[in-house]
């Protein structure tokens, strides 16, 4: 995994390998992630995933963006 960018409140993160690329791994390591913002005290925590190993991309993407 690797952070492409970061501001204040958003950040992009690039993930290259995977075992096994699946959508469901996917999220839960989005919602993994949403988590670990809000117990840090992030407030309206997003994730989005616009780019997907699974569906054939070359690396997912996740965009989170929180308050």
């Known amino acids: 995994m690797e952070l492409k960018s970061s501001t204040y409140s958003q950040a992009v993160l690039h993930m290259t390998e995977f ?5 469901l791994i ?7 992630i ?3 913002l809000e117990i840090h005290g992030c407030k309206e925590v ?3 995933t616009t ?3 699974a ?4 690396l997912t ?3 989170l963006k929180w308050k």
């Open 19 to 23: 075992p096994e690329a699946h959508r």
């Open 26 to 32: 996917e999220s839960r390591i989005g919602g993994w």
């Open 34 to 36: 949403q988590r670990s």
């Open 46 to 48: 997003a994730v989005e």
């Open 51 to 53: 780019k997907s190993l």
């Open 55 to 58: 569906n054939g991309d070359p």
């Open 61 to 63: 993407e996740l965009i």
